[in-house]
T-cell receptor, first 114, second 114 residues
Framework: AQSVTQPDIHITVSEGASLELRCNYSYGATPYLFWYVQSPGQGLQLLLKYFSGDTLVQGIKGFEAEFKRSQSSFNLRKPSVHWSDAAEYFC????????????FGAGTILRVKS | ETGVTQTPRHLVMGMTNKKSLKCEQHLGHNAMYWYKQSAKKPLELMFV???????ENNSVPSRFSPECPNSSHLFLHLHTLQPEDSALYLCASSQELRFTDTQYFGPGTRLTVL
């Protein structure tokens, strides 16, 4: 079945530590890939997106993500986490195989220890 | 993000009540969306409107009735809901109905059905 998988439901990191959030997809063709963040009480905000070209994508708030076709992955990274990064992070995919609609993963909740 | 507003932010209703959720976007976008966000489940697309016309109904039960009187406003009319309909309902908009367009989300309405 076509899906977007975020294997980690919760992740806790210390402030200043590096972060990597995992995302895997199971679509046949290369999909279009997105990362969104949802802070408490807020709607989702786009962090970055990948359509083609350079597989390392820079986003807002110091985040980056790398598309790895061989691993069907699009992991989100940040070299140094700030307490304000505590939020829920969603990977999402658009694929022609699914009618060009955004399909979201279940999300990863990030907690930041001070 | 103040470009997309939703009211009310919280709503408690009984199964026999009729209520409406309102979404307004101040971004001049032409496409609008309703999503359902349930605990521990991925976001589910419910309805899509493009230039006030419904283009997508993702097998949503008829107890949810959307209305889009103009490109800036989107409503979700609710009647005879079930407790399993309790969720966060998110509205989003995009410039056009293209998967490459960023979707901007409102903060959501937290709905509790008793």
């Amino acid at each position: 079945a076509q899906s977007v998988t975020q294997p980690d439901i919760h992740i806790t990191v210390s402030e200043g530590a590096s972060l990597e959030l995992r995302c895997n997809y199971s679509y046949g063709a290369t999909p279009y890939l997105f990362w969104y963040v949802q802070s408490p009480g807020q709607g989702l905000q786009l962090l970055l997106k990948y359509f083609s070209g350079d597989t390392l994508v820079q986003g807002i708030k110091g985040f980056e993500a790398e598309f790895k076709r061989s691993q069907s992955s699009f992991n989100l990274r940040k070299p140094s986490v700030h307490w304000s990064d505590a939020a829920e992070y969603f990977c999402a995919v658009v694929s022609m195989e699914y009618g060009n609609k955004l399909v979201f993963g279940a999300g990863t909740i990030l907690r930041v220890k001070s | 993000e103040t470009g997309v507003t939703q009211t009310p932010r919280h709503l408690v209703m009984g199964m026999t009540n009729k209520k409406s959720l309102k979404c307004e976007q101040h971004l001049g976008h032409n496409a609008m969306y309703w999503y359902k966000q349930s605990a521990k489940k991925p976001l589910e697309l419910m309805f899509v409107y493009n230039f006030k016309e419904q283009t997508e109904n993702n097998s949503v039960p008829s107890r949810f009735s959307p209305e889009c009187p103009n490109s800036s406003h989107l409503f979700l009319h609710l009647h005879t809901l079930q407790p399993e309909d309790s969720a966060l309902y998110l509205c989003a908009s995009s410039q056009e109905l293209r998967f490459t367009d960023t979707q901007y989300f409102g903060p959501g309405t937290r709905l509790t059905v008793l």
